[in-house]
């Protein structure tokens, strides 16, 4: 099992939900996060005198586990959907899940999601 991470713009939670639908995913998790990245965020002018820069940009972290064989056609549909080619679009991370288990049965592993 593995579990994919994107970090997105709010603005393309609904196209990954559907995007993840449509390719089976059990479920989502969604967190709403502060980061940067290659753009490095934005820069404002608090006064004339003083400029500081706020380089954290609000971002959403959806999460799901799925089963190792679904993990490259997954990102292969999310970034033909959300790709846009331009900075912001994103990042996905794929991480290694050791076991899943659903408290309310017992299950275990694949069966579990």
């Given amino acids: ?7 997105i713009n ?8 559907h995007v993840l639908d449509q390719c089976s995913a059990s ?3 969604v967190d709403f996060v502060m980061g940067y990245g290659h753009q ?11 400029r ?3 380089n954290l940009l609000p971002k959403i972290s959806v ?8 993990v490259d056609s997954i990102i292969d549909a999310v970034v033909d959907r959300l790709g846009t080619s331009s ?7 794929v991480r ?3 076991q899943a288990v659903r408290i309310r049965t017992n299950e275990r592993g694949v069966e579990a999601l």
């Fill in 40 to 50: 490095r965020g934005l820069k404002q002018v608090y006064t004339r005198e003083e």
């Fill in 1 to 7: 099992m593995k579990e994919i991470e994107f970090i």
């Fill in 87 to 93: 900075f912001g679009d994103g990042k996905i991370f």
């Fill in 96 to 98: 290694a899940v050791e």
């Fill in 27 to 29: 479920g989502i998790t």
């Fill in 63 to 70: 999460r799901t586990v799925v089963p190792d064989d679904h």
């Fill in 52 to 54: 500081r820069g706020v």
């Fill in 10 to 17: 709010s603005e393309k939670l609904e196209a990954l939900k």
